[in-house]
């Protein structure tokens, strides 16, 4: 052989090694929960689904080199394990555990001798660096009119710079106290709420240009008063509410991001109604506040990961309240305002980027209940609608840094339990 030898990495007797940029990579993307690897091989593990047992060579050379890397990020959740197969790992026996639980981590190891067995040469984490646009408009739809007394369908858009345009006529069964959320990263979804019929989970999906579509039958239990809030960056969860019993429940709904829900899942945290859902943190969400099953007011809260799975209850913070709104602000952030405890308030409670719910502000604008509450402009929020004695369609903005603007004058007719959510892309 003539010419310049390169990457010759921890080889003898002149055998020539391949760096990590020169492996061979394995075409076919690991999801099994059994793998056995091969040296001089990068592979894509792909632990979605499940954990995964990654089985190495039997019998190695100095120098011999594999790479695993974390496909889809979810080793935080589902743990790569490694069984070295009778060799040494870091200078422990196969006896011991190797386990590697980091989300988006990548380990290349080499093979150095009999003693210490494979060594990682790199075992790093890679930020998660692309990330969606935020949503730029918003909608605000269905709800009741003339003090609770006709139900509608209408929509009103948002613009990218929160100006509220006029009524849509609607689409879809006429409905109010239902819950809105983003999800597919620039679309919206509104679902549940009560019809003349009594309670629905009917579900109607907006387009990333605002159009409603026709109603989809509903999958879960036809509930209203529940809460919706996008996660995980395109997905969304709606959660509580009170069932065709008057019964209020803890259970959830996923919805994937290409808006199909699933089923029920069991409750975790105070069964309650009449709350507000909200993103934060750029892919995990929180539900707070509400009315349980004693009928009693609670400032209790529940954070949702970004994998969807709901925490425990969270002790309260802030005045206990109904019918209150939620939204995101300032790209991770978010804040739950206004609502109902006695009588209606224009309070707000600000949640930090780890989901932290801070102490009362005083509030913004007419004290109202029932309104809706979305994100826009990439990094702002609107409340609008709601009852203030009477139906209104009021506006507040929400500044980047959370603080709430006065009263804008409304467009739109004026009505209560109302939904909102952001979706486009586009300015």
Known sequence: MSGIVQNNILRTSGTIAVAAAGLN???????????????????????????????????????????????????????????????????????????????????????????????????????????????QKGIFAFGNENSGGTVVSTSNLVNSSGVVAANVTGVGTPRFALAAASYGGDKAAFAFGNTSSGRSSLKNL??????????????????????????????????????????AVGMTNLMNNVGVVASDVSAVGEARNRLAGTGYGGDKAIFGFGENESNNKVNTTNLVNNSGVVASNASGVGTARVILSAAAYGGDKALFAYGTAGSKVNTRNLVSNVGIVAADVSGAGTATAARGATNYGGDKAIFGYGAAGSDTAITNLVSNTGVVAADVSGVGTARENIAAAGFSFST
Do not use: M
């Not at 690991?30 to 047992?53: K, L």
């Not at 100095?62 to 870091?90: E, F, H, M, P």
């Not at 639980?101 to 210490?116: E, F, H, L, P, R």
């Not at 809460?227 to 019993?245: H, L, Q, R, T, V």
């Open 25 to 135: 990579w394995s075409d076919t993307i690991i999801t099994g929960s059994t793998v056995t690897v091969e040296a001089g091989f990068g592979y894509w593990i792909n632990t979605t689904s499940n954990p995964c047992t990654i089985t190495l060579p039997s019998a190695a050379e100095k120098g011999d080199q594999i790479v695993l890397i974390d496909y889809a990020r979810t080793w935080g959740t589902n743990a790569i394990i490694i069984d070295s197969n009778g060799l040494n790992y870091q200078g422990d026996p196969d006896t011991f555990t190797v386990e590697y639980t980091t989300s988006g981590q990548s380990i290349n190891i080499v093979y150095s001798d009999a003693t210490k067995g494979w060594v990682p040469l790199e075992d790093d984490v890679t930020a998660l660096e692309p990330a969606a646009p935020p949503t």
């Open 206 to 247: 907006v387009n990333n240009s605002g159009v409603v579509a026709a109603d989809v039958t509903g999958v879960g239990t036809p509930r209203y008063h529940t809460a919706a809030a996008e996660y995980g960056g395109d997905k969304a969860i709606f959660g509580f509410g009170d069932n065709s019993s008057d019964v």
